[in-house]
């Protein structure tokens, strides 16, 4: 079993739509949750990171934890084609071990 | 703004040849770090290094070795090229205590022939 799983999509939605993309884990000790966003062509950029448990907002973006179900999520919302990309969800404990990602889910959204 | 540069965004190599792969980070970052990057398996960390002439293993570091001679520097060494090291190299970079914080640079696209 991966310590990290991600369906890899791939996700396509019109444009305004609200998006759900998923990761669950199983290792019970990490505490540092990102999402990274990769575009076509283009190296992973860190768009939110969040330590611990709950919610965190920044703009149509809404990143939450749940770590009694090991599970995590990122929402778009008002979605727009320049959302299309590679999400990559990753996760570290804090006893300085690596960080560990997802496959990332490939997003399209559509005109 | 970060910046991380990798020499090549494109390669062509040839089996058995030894393969360089530089990458320069701008922002005075200890950890650096090299990635590769499949389809269906995601990025795997070849090795990364917290300071310079250390360097720590990944998790798939056969076949490759590093180099760090200069902070601002970190070399991915392909001693003896295959056809299975055909990919997507990334390299990172991230302060001392902000592993999970990574800059990344655009990409290698290695293809061995």
């Known amino acids: 079993q991966k310590e990290v799983e991600q369906d890899p999509g791939p996700l396509s939605v019109p444009e305004g739509a609200i998006v759900s993309l998923n990761c669950t884990y199983s290792n019970s000790a990490f505490q540092y949750f990102m999402w990274y966003r990769q575009y076509s062509r283009k190296g992973p950029e860190l768009l939110m990171y969040t330590y611990s448990s709950g919610n965190k907002e920044d703009g149509r973006f809404t990143a939450q934890v749940d770590k009694s179900s090991k599970y995590i999520s990122l929402f778009i919302r008002d979605s727009q084609p320049s959302d299309s990309a590679t999400y990559l969800c990753a996760m570290k404990d804090n006893q300085g071990g690596k960080l560990i990602f997802g496959q990332g889910t490939e997003l399209s959204v559509k005109p | 703004d970060v910046k991380v540069t990798q020499s090549s965004r494109y390669l062509v190599k040839r089996t058995g040849e030894k393969v360089f792969l530089e990458c320069v980070q701008d922002?005075?970052?200890?950890?650096m770090f090299w990635y590769r990057q499949d389809p269906g398996l995601g990025l795997r960390l070849i090795y990364f290094s917290y300071d310079v002439k250390m360097k720590e293993k990944g998790d798939i570091p056969e076949g490759y070795s590093v180099s760090r001679e200069k902070k601002e520097r970190f070399s991915l060494i392909l001693e003896s090229a295959s056809t299975n090291q055909t990919s997507m190299y990334l390299c990172?970079?991230?302060?001392?205590?902000?592993?999970?914080?990574?800059?990344f640079g655009s990409g290698t696209q290695l293809s061995v022939l």
């Open positions: 990172a970079s991230s302060f001392l205590d902000g592993r999970e914080k990574l800059f």
């Open positions: 922002m005075d970052h200890e950890n």
